[in-house]
């Protein structure tokens, strides 16, 4: 099939829940996509944050290979070795004593909602119920987790909203010590807002966020499912924060591609789950955690991260360079290989002239270009990025003539 054809038949047979780029990606290799036509494309997407390691991982395509032969699920009833080896190895390289596996960011964030919510009821009674998340944020889109995110446009026409959710400005101290009450039972964030527009938490906010909540018993949950896993140029954000959280939800990354998702938390909060309380059929399936603890055991040899880190510098100084040159470059922002650059026009036309240039890219919040490649990529696949880009973004003052 063609393009043409598989939109035609998408049309024909999906809902209409996406606003798709004109673009049927077929295979991909490293940091490279190839569509039904042949056409290369540098991807600075990544599925989302998801194709940590590039397509087509020598490691994580064997040790796929290998798993799907021996066992794609056995269910929760019994115990398999991945899903056993993949939480020791996340609680040994975390602040976390336990994990839940499930398969998506909304899962797992869902999971960190009723553990905090159980953990409160049982120790501090049943008013003790609300979370407060913040404005502008991603958390999902199951009805808890739309709910917990902070931005009306998720969440309009599927009233009515769960209960118990209240909302604050990211990084205001003062509108959060407001919003504090004694029904306050966690307080909930990403350590960078990618969705929203890739912002970044302030380290003297989150290190009194932190202080308020072991104060008060507030549990404090970190949404991590795009930060975590080497994203920022750690294994986990927080551990550029100087903060830890007590439940920390993972996902996108943490299967190199394959579904899956985590909630990890200390002993002291993971044991108001017991059997029966919480559960998911395909959760921590021996596929699924055979590709997670391959990511993990590559992330942890330490190159990987390590060029990682250096390429988030490298993309983030050249991003600076642009926008330097560019006056309709508002700002740059970003942690390691999750980078946002705020244009003062309308980024869609923006992305579209990329991917004719043979570039994938991605915007959020309609002005904000989101670059969230492959960990691997290149210091000459980003070259290619950061020679094309500038002839990309239009001119402040055509803005107004675009739409
Ligand atoms: C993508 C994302 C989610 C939702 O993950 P899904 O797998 O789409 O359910 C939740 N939180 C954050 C921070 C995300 O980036």
Redesign the pocket.
């Given at each position: 099939m063609l393009t043409e054809e598989v939109r035609r038949e998408a049309d024909q047979y999906l809902m209409n829940t996406y606003a798709r780029l004109p673009l049927s990606i077929a295979r991909g290799r490293g940091a490279r996509v190839y569509d039904l036509e042949g056409r290369e494309y540098i991807d600075f997407v990544g599925g989302?944050?998801v194709n940590l390691l590039g397509h087509g991982h020598p490691d994580l395509v064997l040790a796929i290979q290998k798993q799907v032969v021996h066992l794609i699920h056995a269910s929760n009833l019994y115990y398999t070795e991945p899903q056993v080896k993949l939480a020791k190895a996340l609680v040994e390289h975390s602040f976390a004593d336990k994990v839940f596996f499930c398969n998506?960011?909304?899962?797992a964030?869902e999971a960190a909602i009723k553990l905090a919510r159980r953990y409160a009821h049982d120790k501090h009674g049943s008013g003790r119920f609300q979370i407060i998340t913040m404005k502008n944020s991603?958390?999902?889109?199951t009805l808890a987790?739309l709910t917990a995110t902070g931005q009306e446009k998720v969440q309009k026409g599927f009233e009515p909203l769960m209960p118990g959710f209240t909302y604050v400005p990211f990084n205001n101290l003062e509108a959060l010590e407001q919003a504090l009450s004694d029904q306050t039972a966690a307080i909930m964030l990403?350590p960078v807002q990618?969705?929203g527009g890739v912002h970044v938490v302030h380290q003297a906010y989150l290190a009194r966020v932190r202080e308020l909540c072991r104060e008060r018993d507030i549990l404090l949950i970190f949404?991590e499912?795009?930060?975590g896993m080497g994203r920022t140029g750690t294994l986990f954000a927080y551990e550029q924060l100087g903060v830890q959280p007590d439940i920390m939800?993972l996902?996108?990354g943490l299967g190199g591609g394959v579904p899956i998702?985590a909630c990890l938390a200390t002993n002291a909060v993971a044991k108001a789950f017991t059997p029966g309380s919480h559960a998911s059929t395909f959760g921590g399936n021996p596929l699924a955690c055979t590709a997670g603890l391959t990511v993990m055991q590559v992330l942890l040899e330490g190159r990987v991260l390590d060029h990682a880190k250096r390429m988030g510098d490298y993309l983030a100084k050249g991003l600076q360079d642009c926008k330097d040159r560019q006056p309709s470059v508002k700002e740059v922002r970003g942690l390691g290989l999750l980078q946002g650059m705020e244009l003062a026009v309308d980024g869609k036309a923006v992305v579209e002239k990329a991917q004719s240039r043979g570039l994938l890219l991605n915007c959020t919040m309609d002005r904000v270009l989101r670059f969230v490649p492959p960990l691997v990529i290149t210091q000459a696949e980003i070259d290619r990025l950061l020679d094309v880009l500038p002839h990309l973004i239009p001119a402040a003052t055509q803005a107004g003539h675009h739409n």
């Open positions: 989302i944050a998506s960011g909304a899962e964030n991603f958390h999902g889109r987790t990403e990618a969705e949404d499912v795009q930060t939800t996902a996108k998702g």
